[in-house]
């Protein structure tokens, strides 16, 4: 019997380490994306993310080569997921475009504003013209992204008849600019003057939807005989 619990327990301790194993890939990215969101990109050491991963300092370079890969697959772990499900329910609702802007995605915008994932965009403001490969990769796994799916949206909204057609199609960059407004502002202005971002951005939202919302018939009057005068 004695025998037979310690080979339970050794299998259980040998299941374990494997599970661990499986994830420590996962747990590497989690401390990187803390480590450049405390020191940045330069000054992050890749023993540093061992150290805060509990790991021993050469395990990181085992699954990334360079602090670079490494950074790359914090974005992937972190900020594609958010924006690809984000992009799934633009193109699939079934929501008008107006509900769907002044619902999903304007929550979708205040939430992302005050999350962690933002210390990865302001990384890439701050350091960025340093490292063009790491905005390359933001731009193509990100941005690219997000603006066709913008002008996927806006495109569907005037098939629709919802939006009239503005050169919003063109820079769909403006559906999102008040978010790196409000990132920016909440990075270095906060501290000296405190800015609404919620209200900031449900407002930039309405006054998006009145400039491209498609003109509708003329109201009528109370009778419903002709328009009101």
């Known amino acids: ?44 050491r890749l023993e540093d993310v061992a150290t ?55 929550s979708f915008i205040q939430e992302l504003v005050k999350s962690r994932r933002v210390l990865i965009a302001r990384l890439l403001i701050a350091e960025g013209h340093k490292h063009p490969e790491l905005t390359k990769f933001y731009y193509d796994h990100v941005i690219a992204k997000g603006r066709e799916t913008l002008k996927a949206f806006i495109d569907r909204g005037i098939e629709r008849g919802e939006f009239k057609p503005t050169a919003l199609r063109d820079f769909p960059q403006l559906i999102i600019a008040p978010v790196l ?11 000296h003057h405190h800015l609404d971002t919620d209200a900031l951005l449900a407002t930039h939202i309405d006054l998006l939807i009145d400039a491209i919302r498609a003109p509708g018939p003329a109201p009528q009057d109370e009778s419903g005989e002709g328009p009101a005068r």
Not at 22 to 28: A, S, V
Not at 68 to 86: G, H, N, Q, W, Y
Not at 181 to 191: D, K, M, N, S, Y
């Open 1 to 44: 019997m004695a025998k037979s619990g310690s080979s339970g327990r050794k299998a259980e301790t040998a299941g374990k380490r494997r599970e661990r194993r499986d994830t420590r890939p996962q747990e590497i990215v989690a401390a990187a994306f803390e480590e450049f969101a405390a020191k940045g990109y330069a000054a992050a």
């Open 181 to 191: 407004l409000a990132v920016v502002w909440r990075t270095l202005i906060e501290r």
């Open 52 to 106: 805060r991963a509990k790991v021993s300092k050469g395990l990181p370079y085992l699954y990334f080569k360079t602090k670079e890969e490494l950074f790359k697959a914090v974005i992937r772990s972190v900020i594609t997921p958010l924006f690809d499900a984000m992009r799934e329910r633009m193109l699939t609702t079934d929501l008008s475009c107006e509900a769907f802007l002044k619902g999903p995605f304007l």
